[in-house]
């Protein structure tokens, strides 16, 4: 790591209360990193620096930071009421959020249950999953399959299903038991500098047929899966692997859930994969982009059947034990509402996809400079691979994030892949500083 992007090197006494999420603590409070505004698609440091936001926070402010009409809906909410019981009582809100959510959602998607993050809305799609079966009378059902690489946020259930080995190593003794993972389709040899999806790899679908042989359909509950993997690094999937994947599942009444935390609300050029992809899911996950990443909120869509198998038995009994004290709390609910306004009135869907080939174009003639080994893209999300330096994984990337940080332009690394995921109001030109940005910090990396 070059000094150049660190210039103090004590850790801060002020800054040791906080124990920071996913970060490298004493690195971070030797060499801290803060923003402490925004608007649009700038963040603003304490010292007076613009950083051109190039991850819309973490994939979540997908409308930019700020966005008038959202901050507005909040403040007047703010006015209005607080917080509303969510467990046998509700507010209107909720019920307004929800009918918005799957009016515009694809296909009979028309239930939701709200969560508070991306995490939450995973384990309520399980435990849903689970639920489903038992309610049918099918109870043995109890495997759940996720896929190698696959990031479900970080409950027991995510961590279960997830597939990435540093989230999970440390919490082996309490992983959710009889889960399997498919292999994941990211494959250099096969994809290298593809853009969109690699044609190669569909049959890697096939390996549900193994997992059935293995386990038996009659003990598997559902199979979780993002559409394009976004923390692994933007893993865009083959064509024709969902379409196998779903077929599968028909087959052997196995219930397909879409994790859309990252993939939702224009991400991919649409609300949600579907759309795009024309594979439905049972159950579909979301959380970020629902606020524009204004206030927490996640959930889990559902489609008709899922739903009614809950809806039997006396009626004053509770359907399904579960929820969130803050489930479609109305600060949330206001946010969402006002981001689903601003996604249909400015049109940011369709922006989105206007955006892809140019980020696309920019992000792969990053291909030949030093290190990149690989380049993917997909709706607004784009990753460059780096090799690895001789002295360990990921120093490379951190030291190009550091240096595009320096630079004013925020990415995001994971291991040595380097992940773009701009607003979709991002201006071309600020498409291009972006990867400008990257290509200047790429040669100056060692
Ligand atoms: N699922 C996916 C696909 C994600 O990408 C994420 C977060 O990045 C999560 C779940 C977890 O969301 P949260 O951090 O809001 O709990």
């Not at 046998?88 to 694809?106: G, I, M, Y």
């Amino acid at each position: 790591m070059s000094d150049h992007a660190m210039p103090r090197a004590v850790a801060q006494p002020e800054l040791e209360a906080l124990w920071l999420p996913f970060t490298h603590n004493r690195h971070f409070k030797k060499h801290p990193r803060l923003v402490s505004g925004a608007e649009g698609m700038y963040y603003t440091t304490p010292d007076g620096r613009r950083v051109l936001d190039g991850l819309s926070g973490l994939w979540c402010c997908n409308a930019g930071h700020r966005h008038p009409r959202i901050v507005e809906a909040v403040k007047a909410q703010l006015d209005e009421l607080d917080y509303a019981v969510a467990f046998q009582v509700q507010h209107p809100k909720a019920f307004d959020l929800a009918n918005a959510l799957t009016a515009a959602a694809p296909g009979d998607l028309n239930h939701v249950f709200f969560t508070n993050s991306g995490s939450e809305a995973v384990d309520t799609a399980l435990k849903i999953a689970l639920a489903y079966h038992k309610a049918r009378g099918d109870g043995g059902r109890y495997r759940l399959i996720g896929r190698a690489k696959g990031y479900h946020g970080v409950g027991f259930g995510g961590i279960s299903v997830g597939g990435m080995t540093a989230n999970r190593k440390a919490f082996a003794s309490a992983l959710l038991p009889g889960v399997d993972h498919l292999p994941h389709t990211h494959n250099l040899e096969q994809m290298a500098f593809t853009r969109g999806q690699p044609a190669w790899g569909a049959h890697l679908a096939d390996d549900l047929e193994n997992i059935v042989a293995l386990h038996d359909a009659s003990t598997i509950a559902a199979v979780i899966v993002e559409p394009m993997q976004g923390s692994a690094g933007v893993i865009v999937p083959p064509l024709g692997y969902l379409e196998r994947l779903r077929a599968m599942c028909d087959k052997y009444g196995i219930l397909l859930i879409f994790d859309e935390v990252i993939t939702g609300f224009g991400r991919l050029g649409e609300m949600f994969s579907p759309t795009r992809l024309n594979v439905m899911p049972d159950i579909l996950t979301f959380a970020k982009g629902i606020t524009s990443g204004m206030v927490p909120l996640g959930g889990a869509l559902v489609r008709d059947h899922v739903y009614e198998a809950f809806m039997h038995g006396p009626e004053h009994l509770v359907e399904f034990f579960h929820g969130y004290t803050y489930s479609g709390h109305p600060l949330a609910c206001a946010a969402g509402l006002a981001a689903l306004e601003v996604y249909r009135d400015e049109e940011l869907f369709a922006r989105a996809r206007r955006l892809e080939p140019l980020l696309a174009e920019a992000v792969h003639a990053l291909r030949g400079e030093p290190n990149v080994i690989d380049i993917r893209n997909f709706g607004l999300a784009a990753a460059v691979e780096l090799a690895p330096r001789a002295d360990g994984v990921s120093l490379r990337a951190m030291e190009i994030f550091d240096r595009c940080f320096e630079q004013g332009v925020m990415l995001r690394y994971t291991g040595d892949i380097l992940a773009m995921g701009p607003a979709a109001t991002a201006s071309e030109d600020e498409l291009g500083i972006m990867v400008d940005t990257l290509r200047r910090a790429i040669r100056a990396a060692s």
